[in-house]
């Protein structure tokens, strides 16, 4: 087994909704001259459509349309037993305060219909 060649990398896909955090790595980019496009989504469904669009090029799929139905995330309390929407992962009992609590929904991922020409 031979040393094994570096990895060229000429795009990064940074899935950031902070603009601090966004601005953080484009500096860190051009400080140290890294030679790739970098391409910033807000959120896990943006990032989803730009790898489908991506890795559709090229192929059967190339033109065809990801259309992304969001699930509003729920939660369950586990000191108050509230069920409430959370607006972000860090979310807390609107009840009680608690930031302990159980995933009820939210984290679906399933193709619910497609359709071929
Ligand atoms: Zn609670």
């Known amino acids: 087994m031979g040393v094994s060649e570096p990895v060229k990398i000429n ?4 899935v950031d909704d902070n603009p601090a955090d966004v601005r953080l ?4 980019c051009r400080e140290f001259e890294l030679p790739v496009k970098l391409h910033v989504t807000l959120d896990g ?3 989803l459509e730009f790898c489908y669009e991506a890795c559709s090029n090229d192929t059967l799929l190339e033109g ?4 992304i139905e969001r699930v ?6 586990r ?6 929407d959370l607006e972000n ?28 020409d």
């Open 11 to 14: 795009d990064i896909l940074l």
């Open 25 to 28: 790595i484009h500096e860190a």
């Open 45 to 47: 469904s943006e990032a």
């Open 64 to 67: 065809s349309r990801l259309l």
């Open 72 to 77: 509003q995330a729920q939660a369950s309390c």
């Open 79 to 84: 000191d108050c037993s509230c069920v409430y």
């Open 89 to 116: 992962l860090f979310s807390s009992c609107p009840a009680c305060g608690s930031a302990a609590s159980d995933l009820l929904s939210g984290e679906e991922l399933r193709i619910r219909e497609m359709e071929i």
